[in-house]
């Protein structure tokens, strides 16, 4: 078969331009061949009965955006942003080089062999040479970034898009990612987005803006929101929406932990230098804790829920240890609650506190049974269809991007966008109930004007931005 083909490749180059796509397709379905015989460079996922019994597959497939392969060819034959062939060599830039950029970069490297590193971008010199070290390390000879490609400054977002890549890692600080999206959707690059997407209202109809433009031109769009790409999450989640549990009535998150981590000021360092080292504690960078980490719960909320938005929320939120200046004005904890039109209810609790208990869960309450989930140890169905997941485990951080070249590769590229904003619009909006104190529809949250930062093109390091105070309920105005 392969002989035969190469014969035809030969054939065809005679023929001209004209028949450059038909070329392109032959050689496509000599390489998909190998690749399914070898079974490489691709998640493949197995729904049997261990996983997916019962379950509705174009039900689960729409809800978890996963790429399966399976006896029919996966290969599509439009060509996807300039790539001619599975073979050809993917050119990555990463965005943010701190600890989740590296871990990021290292995992798109590890997910197809054809993977190369060729640029990198961050505001501080040193944490991106902390991270090229790092990755020269893991990666080896698939670290190509010259010197010429390490670009540093507010501005080194546009280099690394600019110099030649095909897929971007956008994971900076969250603020920084509406405007990072927007470019490099414009620039018709894939991309790996982290979570969350957004800080504020207006930041989130700019990410919505960016993923249909996406879609539109057939670029891959995959998200952080990793539990949706964890195989255990995904085998229970499916048979919630397959209707195990009956009629959801409440679903129920905890996100509880510690403190983290916090970096000293510096003599040399400006306000604008000691804010971004520390850009967690600032509600304009990080969006508050319950946006930059406690949004994975109300991301699975809204995976249990069908995506569908709730109507509306209340709910409390403060700082009781968080007293100290060097937590800038974000809280410690926040209780809301979210009500949906059909009358089904979503209750979320977060606390990061020290010496406090870890917890990390979503319960679902149907009418025909209940869902546990405790997230790494505990997938339990209980009631008229009782059921625990004994399948495989998997890292779910190199299954997102695993499943991210796979799509670019097949030609079938995968869009998170609406529902990563969406995720990322729920965190916002319990901040702001929190904050406030007031009852808020979605779309009063979802059509605020009230922005927390600067507009990119301000950034500087002598730039004397006044965060806003720490939220007062009652007092405080969000809308």
């Given amino acids: 078969m392969q002989q035969e083909l190469h014969l035809l490749w030969l054939n065809f180059l005679l023929l001209g331009h004209r028949l450059a796509v038909l070329v392109s397709f032959f050689v496509s379905l000599c390489s998909h061949i190998n690749f399914l015989d070898k079974k490489t460079n691709v998640t493949m996922v197995n729904l049997n009965k261990d996983n997916l019994s019962k379950t509705d597959r174009r039900s689960f497939l729409k809800k978890s955006g996963i790429v399966l392969v399976g006896s029919s060819l996966a290969y599509?034959?439009?060509?996807?942003?300039?790539?001619?062939?599975?073979?050809?060599?993917?050119?990555?830039?990463?965005?943010?080089?701190?600890?989740?950029?590296t871990g990021a970069a290292v995992q798109a490297m590890q997910a197809d062999p054809d993977v190369i590193l060729t640029a990198m971008g961050d505001v501080f010199e040193d944490r991106l040479e902390e991270s090229y070290a790092a990755l020269l390390k893991i990666g080896g000879d698939k670290v190509k970034v010259d010197k010429k490609n390490k670009f540093i400054g507010f501005d080194a977002y546009l280099k690394v898009i600019e110099s030649g890549v095909d897929v971007v890692l956008l994971t900076t600080p969250p603020a920084f990612r509406p405007e990072h999206l927007t470019a490099a959707v414009n620039a018709g690059k894939h991309i790996f987005c982290e979570k969350p997407v957004a800080v504020d209202a207006p930041g989130v109809r700019k990410v919505m803006a960016a993923a249909k433009i996406a879609k539109e031109k057939g670029l891959a769009l995959v998200s952080g929101f990793c539990f949706r790409y964890d195989l255990p999450n995904r085998a229970t989640f499916a048979r919630i929406l397959d209707g195990d549990v009956g009629e959801i009535k409440t679903v129920s998150t905890f996100r509880n932990g510690g403190e983290l981590w916090y970096m000293?000021?510096?003599?040399?360092?400006?306000?604008?230098?000691?804010?971004?080292?520390?850009?967690?504690?600032?509600?304009w960078l990080s969006g508050d804790f319950i946006v930059e980490q406690a949004v994975h719960s109300l991301d699975m909320m809204s995976w249990a829920m069908g995506d569908m938005?709730?109507?509306?929320?209340?709910?409390?939120?403060g700082r009781q240890v968080r007293t100290d200046k060097k937590y800038g004005n974000i809280y410690d904890h926040f209780a809301v609650e979210f009500e949906y039109e059909n009358g089904a209810k979503g209750f979320h609790f977060t606390r990061q506190q020290a010496a406090t208990s870890h917890r990390n869960s979503v319960d679902v309450l149907g009418t025909e049974g209940n869902a546990v989930l405790n997230i790494?140890?505990?997938y339990e169905i209980t009631g008229k269809n009782n059921w625990k997941?004994?399948?495989?485990?998997?890292?779910?951080?190199?299954t997102q991007h695993d499943e991210l070249f796979a799509s670019i590769r097949n030609g079938k590229p995968i869009n998170d966008g609406e529902w990563m904003a969406n995720s990322t619009m729920l965190a916002i909006w319990?901040?702001?109930?929190?904050?406030?104190?007031?009852?808020?529809?979605?779309e009063q949250a979802l059509n605020s004007e009230k922005s927390l930062g600067p507009k990119i093109e301000d950034?500087?390091?002598?730039?004397?931005?006044e965060m806003t105070p720490i939220a007062v309920p009652g007092v405080t105005k969000v809308i």
Wanted: with cysteine; aromatic share 14%.
């Fill in 76 to 101: 599509h034959t439009e060509v996807l942003a300039g790539l001619s062939s599975k073979k050809e060599k993917l050119k990555v830039g990463l965005i943010g080089c701190g600890g989740r950029g």
């Fill in 264 to 283: 000293p000021r510096k003599p040399e360092w400006t306000e604008m230098t000691y804010q971004m080292r520390n850009w967690y504690y600032y509600n």
């Fill in 309 to 317: 938005m709730p109507v509306r929320a209340t709910g409390t939120g």
């Fill in 376 to 378: 790494g140890s505990r």
């Fill in 389 to 398: 997941y004994e399948g495989k485990k998997n890292n779910m951080y190199q």
């Fill in 430 to 442: 319990a901040r702001m109930v929190g904050y406030s104190g007031q009852t808020i529809t979605w």
């Fill in 459 to 465: 950034y500087r390091w002598d730039l004397v931005f």
